[in-house]
T-cell receptor, first 115, second 111 residues
Framework: ETGVTQSPTHLIKTRGQQVTLRCSSQ?????VSWYQQALGQGPQFIFQ???????GRGNFPPRFSGLQFPNYSSELNVNALELDDSALYLC??????????????FGPGTRLLVL | DAKTTQPTSMDCAEGRAANLPCNHS???????VYWYRQIHSQGPQYIIH???NNETNEMASLIITEDRKSSTLILPHATLRDTAVYYC????????????FGTGTRLQVTL
């Protein structure tokens, strides 16, 4: 157990809809990163939040957005869902933004299916 | 970021050492080597990381060649619970929590 939880565990949406995925980080962890893992692939970095500010973004379009809250929870929002957005979405928390503090602890993920 | 090459799959007998290789011939001087694993239906789990010296922790050892173009993750006494996909990732300083994973090596530990 990593102390990182995600909800829901599974979700089905239709193309064009919007979705919000939630993550609860370990207490005291100021950094949360979100990843997308397509079937058969490794996780791909979407973006990171550090103390409620975006702190880096991978190669994902603006319809992927996020929020981080003071209570160590965070959200990933995806607008205008496309079929290719079907994937496992993982969040990972870490203490800080540098060195050994960056060791990540992953949640179990939310599996999103877009029809 | 440097790319990595790993075998698609490997087998290991329980109790034996599992040696997982990774090639990263284009690694830059400021890039670390990270290893994670992902057990089926779980999120990835951090194992170990290193820059140029060999590293050991309670989970594994990481051996990095002198030219840093390849590395080997060693699980000294593999158990069935070590069956997982193992990812080798190379990434610059300050990006340990912004990683892009490849497809990894599927390690099957058998009786």
């Amino acid at each position: 157990e990593t102390g990182v939880t995600q909800s829901p565990t599974h979700l089905i949406k239709t193309r064009g809809q919007q979705v919000t995925l939630r993550c609860s980080s370990q207490s005291g962890h100021n950094t949360v990163s979100w990843y997308q893992q397509a079937l058969g692939q490794g996780p791909q970095f979407i973006f990171q939040y550090y103390r409620e500010e975006e702190n880096g973004r991978g190669n994902f379009p603006p319809r992927f957005s996020g929020l981080q809250f003071p209570n160590y929870s965070s959200e990933l929002n995806v607008n205008a869902l496309e079929l290719d957005d079907s994937a496992l979405y993982l969040c990972a928390s870490s203490l800080g933004a540098g060195g050994l503090l960056e060791t990540q602890y992953f949640g179990p993920g939310t599996r999103l299916l877009v029809l | 970021d440097a790319k990595t090459t790993q075998p698609t799959s490997m087998d290991c007998a329980e109790g034996r050492a599992a040696n997982l290789p990774c090639n990263h011939s284009t690694i830059s001087g400021n890039e670390y080597v990270y290893w994670y694993r992902q057990i089926h239906s779980q999120g990835p789990q951090y194992i170990i990381h290193g820059l140029k010296n060999n590293e050991t922790n309670e989970m594994a050892s990481l051996i990095i060649t002198e030219d840093r173009k390849s590395s080997t993750l060693i699980l000294p006494h593999a158990t069935l619970r070590d069956t997982a996909v193992y990812y080798c990732i190379v990434s610059p300083t300050g990006t340990a929590s912004k990683l892009t994973f490849g497809t990894g090596t599927r390690l099957q530990v058998t009786l």
